[in-house]
């Protein structure tokens, strides 16, 4: 039953993905005074792609379609790393941290592959955009991550949702402020939203993750593009989970469950609503200012550590 | 009787070879003469090791030690023979520097370092030390050029100086052997210092005396930096086979007389003060020595100043003290001598198949004189002292005892001096290796009497890196209960 | 057992013996390279039972030696004894072929008769348990490694670098030497077992010294930065068998002789040693791995990745000493087990990466990333090998390389509950360095694969290469698996090496985490892999189309992007470590318009040698020359050195 | 001990004098042959002295030793560098690196200095402080020539002075050593003599000069 659960979480985010992207990009036209499509038009998009056929350019070799097949597959299992209704996970309990990054370490480098499998600029120009921005936003995601755990005194993402359910609000320290703005900060580099790259650009000069998966259609597009949303779904989950936790189900009970479901929609909505008022109010930012952003995360994650280190 | 033999088959031998005009005679009847020799050290050597000491007359007494460096002659002079055999043979003819001259005087010579191993009396011992000197000096200006005359007088002349030296000390020391009770006859007879020494305590200011000037003396011929100059000109300059004579033997011989004195200062006075003087000196030597390696231009020039540098690790073995610094010093001499000699000869061949021995024309002979190249290569591993070869053991010991001793300034100053010694080795040899060589050499191969001795030398080398045979360990463990 | 190590040795030292007696044979080297390997497997079996059973086996070779001379295996000697012989069968079998194509007559044989000395030599040096054992198979093995790599040849170049390899490795053997006689006043002799007893009598400053000596002397080896002057220069210009066994293997044994001192013997020191370890390994791990990111000499990256590799190693030794220090031995055993973990990954990967380049060596003549590409499609097995690889060394889960970055991770972690307040805020921060170091090994490593294996060829040769021989793939594939095995079941290796380090570190204990991530593993691979066989099996089938080229045609190799251009921002970001020097040449000049070639040229300018080594040899060689001047040739100036002797002696006899 | 007893160690007392003087007069000579006629005269002053030791112990070895350096010290080598002078029709000047004055005070000097160097050891070994001085002053000497004089030949006789003073010391320490010793230490030094006779020849004849100094092939 409990495995039930877990699993369904999983389910869940998944399923959950695409919609997140509609209502930001919904939210954000709105702001914009645009009407915007429906919220749920991504759904409609990848049925769509996984409709049409497999184009592949004739100098790729296998790795050009494994990779967004290995993309999703890791995503997917990251994906079980995330608590949403109740303080565990299917790999969330026994997995940790540093696990999950490099689970998606690993899905973004199979893709820079395949980008450069199509022996296009592009590919390549994409490829090293992401390694140079992925390099320094991992940094300051761990080190974040790290504080929490030492303040937590676990590397478990569960246990430290449950540890943070534990506290009072207002008891917590200075560090998971610090923790949680180094991790936005990091989070919206990993995710390519903007003001580090723009998801709805295709201006070779600016975009990052577009370039890469220029080559992509059909099928292998779509697998891509359900997994950049899920990942940005389970890293709200995760800010959600380390920071916002309360009302999650500590006990296994239905009702709570279902309260637990309903406040975790409530904060997801509202992370949604900043993140489109954060793109449409900041402009994207010039790349080869994009180290000094991430710096500021490192130096706040860094920050971080310290003061937990201080505070014991 | 056996020690008579031992001292006068080479004078025989010398005056024997003058008799003869014939070059194939002279050569024939020189490596007789060799064999007879050696065969005498040999049988000479096993009746010490038989009987402890053996004595002829007042003036003649071999022992554990002597027999030690006896051994290490007579293996070093039959190599030399061998080798000469096939080396001189385009010779120039002059006054004193002609084939069966080269073979008188080498028999001259060899017979001057006989009488110093074997004269008991430390006085007979100088005159045969200063002996040594003149027979090797015509050797060092053998070919008549300008650099082997001008190298032939600065040996005379300088060594003739330090020497005389070590004289006033010899006196010095008699003179306190004298005031210590010793009687006059026997004031210079080492067994009868050596069993006197702890009464002489009272003279050490004396002794010391004595001590300085015997250390300057015969530092002077061992080569002590910073009265070394003499040396790297006699090596360069001197036929081959006399280089290897020099460096491997000659300098072994005034160590030999320097132990002797070192011995009884050590049994008298307490080791401190000529320990400490061995240290400064052999400091000094393997510093300065292994700097200079770097700068060197001409290879025998190197291989000089390496002699200078081993020699002096050899003084710090013996400075460090302890049975293990004695012993590893007797046998890095004995190592040291062997691979100097293959290095010289293999410096003949270089001479003679090139027609220079300066390193900047030296190129590509791991191509063009593959042979000589290999056993270059086998030398001078041999002496930077790596492993699987002698030298690596005998410093390991040295290393050893002065670590056990807690000398730990000059160990490292070993430790590094060998380190740059290594270096400029590699450097120079490296470059006379690869590349291109400029001229064609003009044999490829080697001649059989190069062969042998080469070959023996390097299996001896190898040998004694891997294996120290029982025979060895027993000849300097004798060598050690004489002087300590 | 003792028997088959006595065989393993003596068969080691007969292959050499049967090359040069039989080698006019055809079947020679068929017969040297077979008696090669199976010894090696021997030698697998041997430290493979000591190592998992933990039974120590023992060869006394005193009565052959002038000094105590005996090997024996306990767990430690054994683990790296077990490194040596995997990476060395697939280096052989690889060898079994490579030298054949590349290699003829002389060279040949002399490659055949270096090559199992070489393995011997470090066979030694793991093994040994006297001080003379070691430091003989120490020099040794330089000696041999030297040795092969002028087998392959000579030019003015080459002989500057083996020059400086040679020169390094002896004054960090000198180092060595030293460190082993600091034991000696207070020990009896240099036997091990001698060693550890009278350590108990050791001052603390003999202690710092002989924990310095061994840092330095055995840190050139191992190519920490800066003493790493060396490893860009003779590992790309060995042959590539070689060169993977002096990366994978060769500098391991420094590894383990650092261990063998700063643990076994010292028994760990005050926390500013883990400290000035962990200093030296994050720096030798950023900056080997940003050097490695802007070369494009295949050869010379893996060997700047090399320093990389080693620094991870060396920051999980620091994390160690300061958990001794701080008496936290559990995680102490943590960091060791990563540490020496670590060794035998980067051994696997970083010996199939360059029998990958030896391979792509063999087929396109050339190790220029810029004149490669599109190989994957023409050497698929190289290719996959190679990408595991990749995927490993980067640090990447599934694959051997993350494990042991993921046990340094929690050891960092775990710092914080430690007590001294120094400790728990520096190993935490040190997770930010890790993870910079991984991210930018993947980063260089996507361009690596990227730009040699995917895309389009860039030459011609590229576009002919052929799929490599049997042998060859063989040795690259069971790398290969032996990188995903440990990856995927990390828990064979976690407990035997938790009982290593309990051999050797007195109170030590696996912490359970440890263990957490071999349970954990298997599903996460297991699950990716149906996932992924699932998707394939849904799949449309494909449709194959030329590459978009915004509408034009004739899209063509050179517009792919280049090695320099993939690592132009990364080179930007850090140029203040670069400090490039750039220089873009437009011909013909003056008309900014049309040009007909436009080049731009960017180096490094950073260098130790430069800034570090210089100095010190032009000091030395200066010294040289002023004292050649004290020679002057004047023999009255000779005597009067020796009456200043004898006056200055005179005057140390009064005073004295 | 008898009235001849008495006055030979007054006369060995004052003998050392004629010593110093000696000394003065080869640091001041110009030519070549009067430092040799200089050093002749030396030996003879030792030769004295041996005899008045000789005759005050009453040693026949003494006298030997007498008679053996009287005939190799003040006649042989004497005359054989005559010889040598003549034969090599060189000019025979000494070619000092210092003026005759300098090299007269310098002489002084190291006199001097050597009745300060064996005051220490005079008294202990109770011998003559004179002779000890004359001893290590002629040995200074021998250093000086050797050094400061460029002329091959005067090397050899810079050589000789030195031994004198070593041969002194002994005599003046121990009443000089065995008999044996001595003969073969003359020996020697005869050998030695006819060595570097025959390189100083060998040096005219391979670069037409005789100046050691500018023998400097063979440096670094």
Redesign the interface.
């Known amino acids: 039953m409990r495995m039930a659960i877990d699993i369904l979480q999983v389910l869940l985010l998944i399923l959950i993905a695409p919609l997140v992207r509609g209502v930001v990009a919904r939210l954000k036209a709105r702001i914009q005074n645009r009407r915007g499509a429906s919220i749920f038009r991504p759904y409609s998009d990848l049925a769509k792609l996984f409709r049409k056929e497999d184009m592949v350019p004739s100098t790729a070799s296998f790795i050009f379609r494994l990779a967004p097949m290995a993309l999703f597959a890791v995503t997917v299992i990251a994906a079980a790393f995330f608590p949403v209704l109740r303080g565990s996970a299917l790999l969330g309990t026994t997995g940790d941290f540093f696990i999950l990054v490099y689970l998606f370490a690993l899905g973004r480098f199979l893709l820079m592959l395949g980008a450069m499998d199509g022996g296009s600029s592009f590919g390549g120009m994409g490829a090293s955009r992401e390694a140079l921005v992925s390099t320094l936003a991992e940094v300051p995601l761990l080190l974040a991550l790290v504080a929490l755990g030492m303040v937590s005194h676990t590397a478990s993402i569960a246990k430290m949702v449950l540890w943070t359910t534990g506290q009072d609000f207002f008891q917590l320290s200075a560090v998971h402020a610090l923790a949680l703005a180094a991790m936005v900060l990091a989070a919206i580099a990993e995710t390519g939203r903007i003001p580090v790259d723009n998801p709805t650009t295709h201006l070779e000069l600016t975009m990052i993750h577009e370039a890469m998966i220029l080559e992509y259609s059909g099928p292998s597009l779509a697998l891509i593009e359900w997994a950049s949303a899920v990942k940005l779904t389970g890293l709200m989950a995760l800010l959600i989970g380390l920071f916002f936790p309360w009302g999650i189900a500590a006990a296994f009970s239905l009702p709570m469950l279902i309260l637990a479901l309903v406040l975790w929609i409530a904060k997801l909505g509202a992370l949604a609503i900043a993140l489109a008022l954060v793109e449409c109010s900041v402009a994207k930012l010039r790349m080869y200012l994009v180290p000094d952003f991430l710096g500021v995360a490192s130096a706040l994650a860094i920050l971080a550590v310290v003061f937990t280190a201080l505070m014991r | 009787m056996i020690l008579l033999l031992v001292l006068f088959i080479p004078l025989a031998a010398a005056l024997l070879v003058l008799s003869f005009r014939d070059p194939r005679m002279v050569a024939g009847s020189a490596l007789v003469a060799g064999a007879l020799e050696v065969v005498a050290i040999g049988i000479a050597a096993w009746n010490i090791h038989l009987k402890g000491v053996v004595q002829a007359g007042r003036?003649l007494r071999a022992d554990g030690l002597t027999s030690f460096f006896l051994i290490n002659l007579g293996l070093i002079t039959a190599l030399v023979l061998i080798y000469s055999a096939g080396y001189m043979r385009h010779v120039p003819e002059g006054r004193?520097s002609s084939l069966r001259w080269f073979y008188a005087l080498v028999f001259f010579f060899l017979f001057t370092m006989v009488a110093v191993y074997l004269s008991a009396?430390l006085?007979?011992m100088?005159?045969c030390v200063?002996?040594t000197t003149?027979a090797s000096?015509?050797l060092v200006?053998f070919y008549?050029?300008?650099?082997s005359?001008?190298?032939?007088?600065?040996y005379?002349?300088?060594c003739?100086?330090?020497i005389?030296?070590a004289?006033?000390g010899t006196?010095?020391f008699?003179?306190a052997a004298?005031?210590g009770g010793v009687g006059?006859?026997s004031a210079?007879d080492w067994s009868s210092l050596m069993n006197a020494a702890s009464g002489l305590a009272a003279k050490h200011?004396l002794l010391?005396?004595a001590f300085?000037?015997v250390?300057?003396g015969y530092g002077?011929k061992i080569g002590f930096v910073?009265?070394h100059?003499?040396l790297?000109?006699a090596h360069?300059?001197a036929p081959s086979p006399i280089s290897a004579m020099l460096s491997a033997v000659l300098l072994n011989c005034a160590l030999y007389a320097l132990l002797r004195f070192d011995a009884i200062i050590s049994h008298a006075i307490g080791g401190w003060?000529s320990h400490?003087?061995l240290l400064?000196f052999g400091g000094f030597s393997v510093t300065?020595a292994s700097?200079?390696m770097?700068?060197?231009?001409d290879l025998k020039?190197l291989l000089a100043y390496s002699s200078i540098e081993h020699l002096g690790i050899v003084a710090i073995g013996i400075g460090v003290g302890g049975s293990l610094g004695l012993f590893g010093a007797l046998l890095h001499t004995f190592n040291h001598s062997i691979a100097k000699t293959l290095l010289f000869f293999t410096a003949g061949n270089v001479r003679e198949n090139l027609g220079t021995l300066r390193m900047e024309r030296i190129r590509g002979m791991?191509r063009s004189l593959p042979w000589t190249g290999g056993a270059l290569v086998l030398g001078t591993?041999a002496l930077?002292g790596?492993?699987?070869f002698g030298l690596?053991?005998s410093e390991?010991m040295i290393?050893?005892a002065?670590?056990?001793a807690?000398h730990?300034f000059i160990?490292?100053l070993m430790?590094?001096a060998?380190?740059?010694v290594?270096?400029a080795l590699?450097?120079h040899f490296?470059?006379m290796l690869?590349?291109e060589a400029e001229r064609p050499a003009a044999r490829t191969g080697l001649r059989v009497f190069e062969f042998a001795t080469i070959a023996i030398c390097a299996a001896c080398l190898l040998a004694?890196?891997?294996?120290?045979p029982a025979a060895l360990t027993a000849l300097l463990r004798g060598a050690l209960a004489v002087i300590q | 057992m003792i028997q088959a190590f006595d065989v393993l040795l003596t068969v080691l030292l007969l292959v050499p013996a049967v090359v040069l007696v039989v080698r006019r044979w055809p079947s020679a080297r068929i017969i040297s390279s077979a008696l090669l390997f199976c010894s090696l497997a021997t030698g697998l079996a041997i430290a493979g039972i000591a190592f998992w059973s933990g039974k120590h086996v023992s060869a006394d070779l005193s009565k052959w030696a002038p000094f105590p001379f005996s090997l024996s295996l306990d767990r430690l000697s054994a683990f790296f004894l077990f490194l040596i012989c995997l990476i060395g069968m697939p280096v052989t079998l690889f060898s079994i072929s490579y030298i054949e194509r590349h290699y003829a007559g002389a060279r040949r044989d002399w490659l055949w008769v270096l090559l199992p000395l070489f393995v011997l030599s470090m066979l030694l040096v793991v093994t040994a348990s006297t001080g003379f054992a070691f430091l003989f198979g120490w020099e040794l093995m330089t000696l041999f490694s030297a040795a092969l790599i002028m087998v392959d040849g000579d030019s003015k170049e080459r002989r500057h670098n083996i020059f400086i390899y040679l020169l390094m490795m002896h004054a960090g053997a000198a180092l060595v030497i030293g460190a082993f006689f600091l034991f000696l006043p207070h020990a009896p002799g240099l036997d091990f077992a001698q060693i550890r007893n009278s350590v108990a009598l050791l001052p603390q400053p003999f202690r710092t010294a002989i924990f310095l000596l061994a840092f330095v002397g055995f840190g050139t080896k191992a190519g920490i930065i800066p003493l790493h002057l060396w490893l860009p220069k003779a590992h790309p210009i060995a042959p590539t068998p070689v060169s993977a066994l002096m990366s994978a293997v060769m500098l391991k044994t420094a590894v383990y002789g650092f261990v063998r001192f700063a643990f076994d013997f010292l028994g760990g020191g005050p926390a500013w040693w883990g400290y000035l370890v962990l200093i030296f390994g994050g720096l030798s791990g950023v900056l080997g791995v940003l050097y490695a990111i802007a070369e494009h000499d295949l050869k010379r990256l893996l060997a700047y990745h090399s320093a990389e590799n080693i620094g991870i190693i060396y920051l999980a030794l620091g994390a160690a000493l300061v958990f001794v220090a701080n008496h936290a031995p559990m995680w102490a055993t943590l960091a060791l087990l990563a540490g020496l973990l670590h060794c035998l990954n980067h051994a696997i990967f970083k010996g199939l990466l360059f029998l990958g380049a030896g391979a792509i060596a063999d087929s396109t003549h050339t190790l220029n990333l810029e004149e490669l590409g599109g190989l994957l499609k023409r050497m698929r097995v190289t290719g996959t090998a190679f990408l595991i690889a990749c995927c490993s060394i980067s640090g990447l889960p599934l694959f051997n390389g993350f494990v042991s970055e993921w046990l340094l991770f929690r050891s960092f972690l775990a710092a914080s509950g430690l007590h001294n307040l120094t400790a728990a805020t520096i190993l935490p921060l040190a997770t930010g360095v890790l993870a910079l170091i991984g991210g930018l090994a993947a980063a260089c490593f996507a361009k690596v694969y990227g730009v040699a294996f995917l895309g389009r060829p860039r030459n011609q040769q590229a576009e002919n290469a052929r799929e490599v021989s049997l042998p060859m793939r063989l040795g690259m594939v069971l790398l290969a698996i032996a990188c995903v095995v440990i990856g995927v079941l990390p828990g064979l290796l976690l407990r035997p090496l938790g009982a290593t380090v309990q051999e050797f570190l007195p109170g030590a204990t696996l912490p359970e985490e440890a263990v957490s991530l071999a349970t954990l593993m298997p599903w996460i691979a297991l699950s990716v892999t149906l996932l992924v066989i699932a998707i394939a099996l849904m799949r449309r089938v494909k449709k194959t189309v030329p590459t978009w080229a915004c509408g034009l045609p004739g899209l063509n190799a050179r517009m792919q992007y280049t090695s320099t251009a993939f690592s132009k921002p990364l080179r930007k970001v850090f140029s203040r470590v670069y400090k490039p020097d750039r220089a873009v040449e437009v011909l013909p000049a003056g008309q900014p318009f049309f040009p007909n070639s436009i080049s731009y040229r960017s180096v490094r300018t950073t260098s130790f040698e430069k800034s570090m080594y210089r100095p010190v040899v032009d000091a030395v060689v200066a010294t040289a020359y002023r004292l050649r001047r004290l020679q002057t040739g004047n023999m009255q100036v000779y005597l009067l050195y020796i009456f200043v002797a004898l006056i200055a002696l005179l005057m140390f006899m009064r005073w004295s | 001990m008898g009235l001849f007893e008495t006055e030979a160690a007054k006369a060995l007392a004052s003998s050392a004098v004629f010593l110093f003087m000696t000394v003065l007069l080869i640091a001041a000579a110009k030519r070549i042959s009067t430092c040799i006629v200089m050093f002749s005269a030396q030996s003879v002053v030792l030769v004295l002295q041996v005899l008045a030791v000789a005759h005050m112990r009453h040693s026949k070895e003494a006298y030997a030793v007498a008679g053996l350096v009287l005939i190799v010290k003040a006649a042989a080598i004497p005359y054989a560098l005559f010889r040598i002078v003549d034969a090599l029709k060189a000019p025979h000047d000494v070619s000092a690196s210092t003026t005759s004055s300098q090299s007269v005070f310098i002489a002084a000097g190291l006199i001097l200095l050597s009745f300060f160097a064996v005051q220490p050891y005079a008294g202990v070994l109770g011998v003559d402080e004179a002779m000890l001085a004359a001893a290590v002053a002629l040995v200074l000497a021998g250093g000086f020539l050797m050094v400061s004089r460029k002329k091959a030949l005067m090397q050899v006789v810079g050589l000789l002075v030195l031994d004198n003073g070593i041969f002194l010391a002994a005599l003046a320490t121990t009443f000089g050593m065995p008999l044996v010793i001595e003969i073969g230490v003359v020996f020697d030094l005869l050998m030695g003599v006819f060595l570097m006779g025959l390189f100083v020849f060998r040096i005219r004849d391979t670069f037409e000069h005789l100046d050691v100094s500018k023998l400097r092939r063979l440096r670094g």
Request: zero cysteines; aromatic letters at 16%; charged letters at 10%.
């Open positions: 003036y004193f009396n006085g007979m100088w005159i200063e002996a003149l000096a015509l200006g008549n050029t300008e650099g005359v001008e190298a032939g007088w600065k005379l002349v300088v003739t100086v330090g005389a030296f004289l006033f006196i010095v008699y003179l004298v005031k006059s006859e210079l200011d010391k005396l300085v000037f250390a300057i002077t910073p009265m100059s003499w790297p000109d360069a300059e003060f400490t003087l400064i300065v700097l200079l770097i700068v060197q231009r020039r791991a591993l930077a790596l492993p699987p690596f053991v390991f290393f050893m002065a670590f056990s807690t730990y160990a490292f430790l590094a060998i380190s740059v290594f270096g590699l450097y490296q470059h690869t590349g004694l890196g891997l294996h120290i």
